[in-house]
């Protein structure tokens, strides 16, 4: 093409390429059709299934194929709502009392839109001044319900997994442990630990580490004198102990294991003590939260999701790390093309304190809520699901089930014993009955109106929930109660 001719091929490309920016009144027809569907979503939510089986299991989205022809909103919205927001599990729902996250709740997606309307740049002081010392004054919120120093540090991350391996970096280097080291290293941890801990050591690439499963009490917490003596045995082995890491908040029962007394072994060691409290963390702005996770603020770095147990949609974990400096040490870096945006204040920039670089501003949609609705629904929203945890539990043993421990927080572990496989005297038939708890649960998915989830404890197929949407209330309860009632009594008591 010849010079002169540019202005022209350069004015057509424009034209084509300026339906990315809709004008004011197309704007706003798109989001009343938008906000159509989301109210219209909303407001089904008590109706609509918590776990939805068909038979298609949304196949039909396939039919969303990008092609150069736009199918246009209506559509794509028309394709969401048959097989997307239809088949599987629906964790908006109230009823949705399977997996940990859930629930979504809506102020937080409106701090999205801003965010993502605005685009404002979080991720450099020098880009978004404003929108770092945001992110830093949430974080030091989150800081503030830990118990950390002014010395603490954090980021907001995409979410539990992603801020326990940022986490498990910098325990790594502030324990200065070199490749020559792994093979020698050893972690502490729990049967009952997030595979994503053991997950952060491959991707880190300290798979080759020892990884010693610390004995549980009966409540399937960690025991800090069987940790003690684990330390002992593996340094007088010649072996380099490096890291420990407690649940608060663990995921098959919801157990804290007892944080201060492993904070005094990991100390006595010089270990590396790191809490994943990415379920439990925020129960500590409760009263009873903030008792069951004392000693969590002793700690040399903390997980905490909003996205669990503060309800927020998807998206959002917290890392802290109580020496700030360290989190720094693991995650800055300098480049020629970052020039201008060199350190100007004391202000930490997220990009200096985990590895991405250019980032949503993720504190956004939990500072737009938190300024709307205050703390204070959060507190009781909180108190009110482990309440609801220990009425099922109360309900469920009176019906004659078998129950875990009185939960920590807001999990409870149940199974069904049929009375027919109760003889008196005799060994209880095991695989029976785990195969009559695996029918009921399929049955509780198939019946949909509340959706609960399965585990093994001590090799037992044994039922959960756990309440964390911000959506179950006592009726969720009593819903969930009848069904149980109604299934029993189809497969027999
Ligand atoms: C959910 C959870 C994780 C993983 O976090 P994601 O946000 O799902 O990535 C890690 N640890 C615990 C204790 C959890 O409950």
Redesign the pocket.
Known sequence: MIETALPDRIAHLESIARALEPGAADRSALLREVNQYAEEFLESLPDRPAYHVTDAMGIGIREGRVEEEPPGLSRALDLLREHVDGPGLNPASGGHLG???GGGIYTSALGDFLSDISNRYAGVFFGGPGAVRLENLVTRWVADVVGYPDSAAGVHL???????LVALATARDARGLRGKDYQQAVVYLTSQ?????EKSLRVLGLGECHVRQVPLDDRYRMRPDDLDRLIVADGAAGLKPWLVVA?????DVGAVDPLTAIAEVSARHGLWYHV?????GFFGLTEHGRSMLRGMELSDSV?L?P??SLFLP?G??VLLVRDGARLAETNHYEAHYMQDAKKVTDELSPADLSPELTRPFRALRLWLPLMIHGVAPFRAALEEKCLLARYFRHEVARRGFWVGPEPDLSVVVYRYIPERMRAPGAELDWPAVDRYNEQLVEAIRRDGRVFVSSTRLGGRFTLRIAVVVHRTHLTTIHTTLTVLDELVNQLGK
Not at 158 to 164: I, Q, V
Not at 193 to 197: D, G
Not at 276 to 280: E, N, R
Request: glycine fraction near 16%; include cysteine.
């Open positions: 997996y940990i996250p995409a979410g539990g997994s992603m801020a326990n630990t997030h595979h994503c801990i649940s608060a908040g663990t995921t994943d409290a990415a379920y439990g997980v999701d996205h669990k998807y959002s974990g």
